[in-house]
């Protein structure tokens, strides 16, 4: 048999199993080209009127121009991972899929009309559909193939791969979003002209007033309550520990509960229901190694910042230990594989609730809520890089024994980062 060492060798042989039958060709042409970013600003410019034909093939333009050059290059660095490691079935699987979210979309003669533009943002949504768990079964490759590839080229490997996808995303989820929005203001429009034009009432006073105030420019919510989106979240979290543990911890929502922030309601919601699950797991956890006759609730407070803001998650699920510490923020760590009790977020200790799933009971949990509640590792450190992706950013403090305090910091997107560029 092939030591670790002996396979790490021959693993630099930089060479891509499932390749072969593809035609490279194309790929590494669009994937020599630049990356044209955008900024914050520029996605948010339609804000301030109803979208019209012009706005929606402007904003198809760009996308389908930008985003197959970015799956190229996403396809390309799967090329440069050691053999071993692009063996492995599961890195296998995505590098196939992101090929093929690149084949259907630069496939696409240039768009110059709402029929064609129509087509893309489905084949668009569709694609966006199929890349939904390339971070969980990335997860599980990795795991795999931890001896075969140092730490610190996997670390890389893995941010710039979510970095880039959240990018892909965002762009066009974005369009995506616009697309539909500007068909709902055409027909309301179409609907309230026959409404006007079959009605008594005064046709410039049709309309007024009857929709309130627009809060989406595409995917951005331009008034998100973090308030209300804790609430769901808790509910989605706690259902989800009544289900699989029979038992949760309630929970309750302080602070500036009426604080608005413009942001991406499913970028809050994936790292809110990451923190969350930490806290519920470590509490119930902690409960159980502890002999406490109950639960203690988990506090959840909004802060106002200056263009920003807080929310501290305080539990008392034991705490981190200071060996532990060190590790919640890496990748492919996690205390459900080194036998703690706890995961990036818990306490010390045996007898976990959770230490009976399987990785693939886990892995579905990524579906619904952005992330599975045990045992891959991934979980904070992607949390961490989608806070810090828009100038936020997430710190833990832990008291072991005890347990923890989760200070989010979130910058609103409209104003503080509009020269972000993605």
């Given at each position: 048999m092939l030591s670790p060492r002996r396979l790490l060798h021959l693993s630099r042989r930089r060479c891509f199993a499932t390749k072969s039958h593809y035609d490279e060709t194309v790929v590494y042409k669009y994937a020599s080209q630049q990356i044209k970013p955008v900024s914050i600003g520029q996605l948010?410019?339609?804000?301030?009127?109803?979208?019209?034909?012009?706005?929606?093939?402007?904003?198809?333009?760009?996308?389908?121009?930008?985003?197959?050059?970015?799956?190229?290059?996403?396809?390309?660095?799967?090329?440069?991972?050691?053999?071993?490691?692009?063996?492995?079935?599961?890195?296998a699987r995505v590098y196939n899929q992101y090929y093929e979210a690149f084949d259907r979309l630069h496939a696409f003669a240039p768009i110059s009309d709402l029929e064609a533009e129509w087509d893309f943002t489905r084949a668009l949504e569709r694609q966006t559909q199929v890349l939904l768990d390339v971070i969980?079964?990335?997860?599980?490759?990795?795991?795999?193939?931890?001896?075969?590839?140092?730490?610190?080229?996997?670390?890389?490997?893995?941010?710039?791969?979510?970095?880039?996808?959240?990018?892909?995303?965002?762009?066009?989820?974005?369009?995506?979003?616009?697309?539909?929005q500007f068909r709902e203001e055409q027909k309301k429009a179409k609907q309230n002209h026959n409404a006007a034009a079959s009605s008594t009432v005064e046709p410039g006073r049709v309309g007024l007033g009857a929709t309130g105030e627009d809060v989406w420019v595409g995917a951005i919510h331009t008034r998100l309550l973090p308030?209300?989106?804790?609430?769901?979240?808790?509910?989605?979290?706690?259902?989800?520990?009544?289900?699989?543990?029979?038992?949760?911890?309630?929970?309750?929502?302080?602070?500036?509960?009426?604080?608005?922030?413009?942001?991406?309601?499913?970028?809050f919601e994936y790292i809110t229901c990451e923190l969350l699950k930490n806290a519920f797991r470590a509490t119930v956890d902690f409960s159980h190694s502890s002999n406490r006759s109950s639960h203690p609730p988990i506090q959840i407070t909004i802060t106002k910042g200056e263009g920003y803001v807080g929310v501290r998650i305080r539990d008392q699920g034991g705490g981190i230990s200071k060996d532990n510490m060190r590790n919640v923020f890496e990748y492919s760590w996690s205390s459900m594989q080194s036998g703690d009790s706890a995961d990036e977020h818990g306490a010390n200790g045996s007898g976990?609730?959770?230490?009976?799933?399987?990785?693939?009971?886990?892995?579905?949990?990524?579906?619904?809520?952005?992330?599975?509640?045990?045992?891959?590792?991934?979980?904070?450190?992607?949390?961490?890089?989608?806070?810090?992706?828009?100038?936020?950013?997430?710190?833990?403090?832990?008291m072991e024994g005890y347990g923890c305090d989760v200070f989010l910091k979130l910058r609103s997107i409209e104003g503080s980062v509009e020269n972000k560029q993605i």
């Open positions: 948010l410019k339609y804000r301030r009127q109803p979208l019209s034909v012009e706005n929606i093939l402007d904003s198809v333009g760009y996308t389908q121009a930008e985003l197959p050059v970015r799956l190229a290059k996403r396809v390309i660095s799967f090329h440069k991972l050691p053999f071993i490691v692009g063996t492995n079935p599961h890195i969980p079964t990335i997860a599980q490759g990795f795991l795999e193939c931890q001896l075969y590839m140092p730490r610190e080229e996997r670390t890389s490997f893995i941010n710039d791969l979510i970095r880039s996808r959240i990018g892909l995303r965002v762009i066009g989820e974005q369009h995506v979003a616009l697309s539909y308030a209300r989106m804790m609430e769901q979240c808790g509910q989605m979290v706690q259902s989800m520990c009544e289900m699989h543990y029979g038992t949760a911890p309630g929970y309750y929502v302080d602070g500036d509960v009426d604080e608005t922030i413009s942001y991406i309601p499913s970028h976990s609730l959770m230490a009976g799933m399987s990785l693939q009971t886990n892995l579905a949990l990524q579906h619904g809520i952005g992330g599975p509640i045990a045992g891959l590792g991934f979980g904070l450190p992607m949390a961490r890089l989608y806070a810090g992706y828009f100038g936020g950013s997430l710190d833990i403090v832990s």
